[in-house]
């Protein structure tokens, strides 16, 4: 029988953290808000797969040492800030492209697009974003499951996982609702402009954070 008493003080205080943190919105929600209500509600929650996944090989990454290695390696943490600063970036040129020339919703519906780019726009996002590494570092401090069996350690990381992927779903299946579409629809160039500029300021801000 697995014994995980001992432990759920420190897994329910890293669990609150996670929770503030996932429905909190930043650069992931950005990214949901463009393909929820672009293409809809099935590519906004595969998005948040990739987002929770990515949210999860952090954790794992933490747990094995990793993140404090790139903690105290400044040339790692600097070379994963350039990275996810020009990805942000990326994303920033197709949302102001599309603010220049808005697509018409019904076309963007019918053009199919694989899942897989959708998957990977959400997992590159969260695992090239330095600050992601820093909070879960943070919750690594709490010592949550440090020292527990297997068992106990896989069941946190499932219930990380789950708390991830409800936040952001939540993020998702509420910015593909029909009344958020078409509100879209009506404003979709300012939207666009908006995500922008809210993609180019995240890049800015991880460009010039300290390390």
Known sequence: MIDITSYLPEILAAYAILLVAASSPGPAVALLIGIATEQGRTPALIATLGISLGSMTINILTMLGVGIVLSQAAWAVSTLRVIGALYLLYLAYGAFTKAIQPPNLETVESVHRPLSKHFLAGYLLQVTNPKAISFWIAISSIGAVDGAAASVVAIFLVGAFIISFACHGAWAVALSLNA??????????WVEATLGCLFTFFAYKLGTADA
């Not at 958020?180 to 160039?189: D, E, K, M």
């Open 180 to 189: 958020v579409r078409f509100a879209y629809v009506a404003s979709r160039r």
